[in-house]
């Protein structure tokens, strides 16, 4: 089973490109989040979704744009890289809001940006 | 912004010994989840805990959540080198409503365990 799947896995850019980091899942699940952690840290909620065309802002979503136009897919749009960006990222989905319920990680993309 | 206080940060034991890892805030969370992370890979879930004062334990690994909903624990006994990793918990907040499973996660633990 793929379930949650990230690409690509490193990417070095340089301050004021953009990129887009991908994930898609193949669990039909209707929530999908994505996260932040940087060295030392915990995992920061960026943009989560609750459904196909349902975005909405985490905890640090300033910098990113996000979209959500089928329920497999939820790309994460970085516009104007800055160094503060640099972090590794995880995608993460559910199949329901009940407290129990687990989150699927992906493998992560790392991102340096210099 | 609800905050999740999880020590110690860094733990290096040796192997067969027992340790325990603490997660505390001044919110109550409608649930509480453990992962597990290993270089590269994203967290994986072990335990969910929901009800206050509810223990877990999962082989040699022991979860509780506070009473009041405002703390838990990670006790391992007999610590392997294949417990190496970064522990991280993760709390579900409802402020009176739905969090749609957003998550808030404590800092992590990195664990040692030297054979």
């Known amino acids: 089973n793929a379930g949650v799947t990230q690409t690509p896995k490193f990417r070095i850019l340089k301050i004021g490109q953009s990129m887009t980091l991908q994930c898609t899942q193949d669990?039909?699940?209707?929530?999908m989040y994505w996260y932040r952690q940087d060295p030392g840290m915990g995992l920061k909620l960026i943009y989560y979704s609750v459904g196909a065309g349902i975005t909405d802002k985490g905890e640090v979503p300033n910098g990113y744009n996000v979209s959500r136009s089928t329920t497999e897919d939820f790309p994460l749009r970085l516009e104007l890289a800055a160094p503060s960006q640099t972090s590794v990222y995880f995608c993460a989905s559910s199949y329901s809001r009940k407290p129990n319920t687990e989150a699927f990680f992906g493998q992560g993309t790392r991102l340096t940006v210099v | 912004t609800q905050l999740l206080e999880q020590s110690p940060q860094f733990l290096s034991i040796q192997e067969g010994e027992n340790l325990t890892v603490y997660c505390n805030s001044s919110?109550?969370?409608?649930?509480l989840q453990w992962y597990r992370q290993e270089p590269g890979e994203g967290p994986v879930l072990l335990v969910t805990v929901v009800t206050g004062g509810e223990v877990k334990k999962l082989k040699r690994l022991t979860f509780q959540f506070g009473d009041a909903r405002k703390d838990s624990s990670l006790h391992i006994t007999a610590a392997q080198p294949g417990d190496t990793g970064l522990y991280l918990c993760?709390?579900?907040?409802?402020?009176?409503?739905?969090?749609?499973?957003?998550?808030?996660f404590g800092q992590g633990t990195i664990l040692t365990v030297h054979p």
């Open positions: 919110s109550v969370f409608s649930s």
């Open positions: 669990m039909n699940h209707n929530y």
């Open positions: 993760a709390g579900e907040w409802n402020a009176g409503g739905t969090s749609y499973g957003k998550l808030t």
